[in-house]
């Protein structure tokens, strides 16, 4: 996959007064058309060759116009006529398949233009930067290289108005190939060769395609002056990854799925990013390439550089792009870590020498024998010092593809066919336990009630009789003693007037207090109704075989649980984890494993990838068959 990557052959070309030509070309050491004509042999030794012998030709031609990793095939002349191109082409992207080799560029224009004296400083018309490659290179590849082209192009086009950059570097190659065709044949050099000696244009396309074979990236100044910044990606990120292939399409599905919660990884040292920043870079990318930590999401990097989360998720598309990070889930010490799939053995010794000297001695191996389940990234306490070394030792095997976190995704089941055990709610549905009412316990009311009632009336009748006995008794009494009668009927008056009066009190009392304990026993009943109301207002996007499975579940009696958890159904389909929840819904760890597990009967939980981040470590199509 990495060869269909690399151009094979960049060819310069430019049409003017004196016709088309091929200025220059790199790598220049293909052979022509004329030598693969003698490595034609006829099948038979004692013919001869005849040389309009179109038709023997065409039977025995190679199918291929590529050898040794090389374009051939095509003369100079063949290659001028093919890339200048017309004026109405100009402007566009130009793409030609030829046998096994597809060439993009993007021709432009130029108006010949004259100096103060009326002479004419340039008969350039048009020309074209053009590559080379293989014709099974994917289409997100054939159109970066056009992306390129064009970025060449109207870097030489600005440089061609401001101070004739163009006309100048053609009279350099042509004088070039003209020196070297006057030399004597044992001094002859390939024509290229010496013009790279004496054009800057010949050194900049050379260093453009030895930096995309080798780097799939190109930074260089072209006359000095415009910069010229491009990234490969799918080479990029192949380099990294011997085995992945991310295409650009892929980064901008990424960079619309990320989430606050994410953050970077850096693939390169950080120091050396820092370097290989222009000089003109953003401030504020260099604030944040010091700030970031895989143990920080982008929401505390947005307030630790003093930037909105728009700039930042800006600058990390800088970032993805040119394959200088990767987005993960912040390390913590609830991530759980697995072997990668895409994991290949066995692992090559160069990855084991660097983790070794990495982490100064340690196995690569035995490490991931360690993730060979799923494990948690916390240390148990007595190693709990070892904290450090352990989140580096995961970011590191991260970073080279090795591990993947593993999210924990819900998916709500209420269908009858699930594999819930059913039995036991069943049975309480066949014996129902008695209602909430029973539960208050009423007969002790009922029965204190009658009591105080009947008490009052007896010590009433009392106190009556005993009056009139009192009175009845006066009437045989002397004077003498009919005083101290009167003065103890009095008394007794008195005592049974208190009596009575405490008698109407306690009843009142008693009465006052059986109205309570009913208005108890009517806002208990009146908040059950508004209980149930509620209830089947939560419920009410649910069908009654799906309202009786969840309310068979014991903690939907807990209204504030239920409403918690039917609020969490629509995350609940197997396409938002559970950080993903926590983050939307601002929810803490503990709350949401708290809800998850009350209602555990109704879930169906799995653990794999997350899919924003997995895309940067994808198979290549020819891995995978």
Same mark, same amino acid.
């Given at each position: ?15 003017? $007064? ?53 374009? *051939? ?21 130009? =793409? ?16 010949? @233009? ?61 004088? $070039? ?15 290229? @060769? ?19 074979? @080798? ?11 415009? =910069? ?104 913590? #010490? ?42 948690? $990234? ?50 309480? &549905? ?25 008490? @009052? ?14 009175? *009845? ?11 101290? $009668? *009167? ?9 049974? #007037? ?86 939307? =819904? ?23 990838? &997350? ?15």
């Amino acid at each position: 996959m990495c060869d269909t990557l690399n151009p094979l052959c960049i060819i310069v070309v430019k049409r003017g $007064a004196d016709g088309e030509k091929l200025i220059f070309k790199y790598p220049f050491d293909s052979p022509g058309f004329e030598s693969e004509e003698e490595d034609i042999k006829p099948g038979n030794p004692y013919s001869c060759r005849i040389s309009e012998d179109i038709l023997n030709l065409r039977v025995n031609a190679e199918p291929t116009n590529i050898k040794n990793g090389q374009m *051939s095939g095509f003369t100079d002349e063949i290659l001028a006529n093919m890339f200048a191109v017309s004026k109405s082409l100009c402007g566009s992207k130009f =793409e030609l398949k030829v046998n096994d080799v597809r060439f993009v560029g993007h021709p432009v224009s130029l108006e010949p @233009s004259k100096d103060e004296d009326g002479h004419w400083t340039s008969n350039i018309t048009m020309f074209q930067i053009v590559f080379a490659l293989k014709a099974i290179a994917n289409y997100s590849v054939v159109q970066s290289y056009h992306e390129l082209s064009q970025r060449i192009g109207l870097a030489i086009r600005h440089e061609e108005k401001r101070m004739g950059y163009l006309s100048q570097q053609t009279k350099f190659l042509i004088s $070039a190939m003209d020196e070297v065709i006057n030399l004597p044949e044992d001094q002859q050099e390939h024509p290229f @060769s010496l013009s790279m000696d004496r054009s800057s244009l010949a050194k900049d396309i050379k260093t453009i395609y030895h930096s995309l074979c @080798s780097q799939g990236e190109v930074r260089l100044y072209l006359n000095k002056w415009i =910069e010229i910044s491009f990234c490969l990606p799918q080479k990029v990120y192949q380099l990294n990854q011997q085995h992945s292939f991310v295409e650009p399409e892929t980064i901008f599905e990424c960079l619309e799925e990320l989430r606050p919660y994410h953050t970077l990884l850096y693939l390169v040292d950080k120091n050396d990013l820092l370097d290989s920043l222009s000089t003109d870079a953003s401030p504020a990318m260099r604030r944040l390439v010091r700030q970031s930590s895989p143990l920080k999401s982008f929401r505390t990097l947005s307030v630790d550089t003093d930037l909105s989360l728009t700039q930042v998720f800006q600058l990390t598309g800088h970032l993805l792009y040119w394959g200088k990070a990767t987005a993960i889930y912040p390390i913590c #010490e609830s991530n759980v870590y697995v072997l990668a799939d895409t994991l290949h053995t066995p692992v090559s010794t160069l990855l084991q020498a660097k983790f070794s000297e990495r982490f100064n001695g340690e196995s690569l191996l035995e490490h991931l024998a360690a993730f060979s389940l799923p494990m948690g $990234a916390q240390v148990p306490p007595p190693m709990s010092l070892h904290q450090t070394k352990m989140t580096e030792i995961i970011a590191w095997l991260l970073r080279h593809g090795l591990i993947f976190q593993l999210h924990t995704y819900c998916t709500l089941g209420l269908t009858a066919d699930m594999a819930w055990n059913f039995r036991q709610e069943a049975e309480k &549905d066949d014996n129902p336990e008695p209602d909430f009412q029973l539960n208050l316990n009423l007969d002790p009311l009922k029965f204190q009630s009658n009591n105080s009632l009947t008490g @009052s009336v007896v010590e009433t009748s009392l106190a009556g009789s005993d009056a009139g006995s009192y009175i *009845s008794f006066t009437g045989s009494m002397t004077s003498d003693t009919r005083a101290v $009668a *009167s003065e103890l009927r009095s008394k007794l008056e008195d005592i049974s #007037e208190l009596e009575a009066e405490s008698s109407g009190k306690r009843e009142k009392r008693e009465k006052t207090s059986g109205e309570r304990e009913k208005e108890k026993v009517e806002s208990a009943l009146e908040a059950e109704k508004l209980k149930e109301k509620r209830r089947e207002e939560l419920l009410r996007e649910f069908t009654p075989e799906e309202k009786s499975v969840i309310l068979a579940v014991p903690a939907s009696n807990n209204l504030d649980d239920l409403a918690r958890f039917i609020s969490l159904c629509r995350y609940f389909r197997g396409f938002h984890h559970l950080e993903e929840i926590m983050y939307l =819904e601002n929810l803490r760890r503990s709350t949401l494993l708290n809800i998850v597990d009350r209602f555990a009967d109704l879930l169906i939980k799995t653990e794999h990838e &997350d899919p924003v981040v997995c895309k940067f470590f994808r198979r290549t199509k020819e891995h995978q068959v």
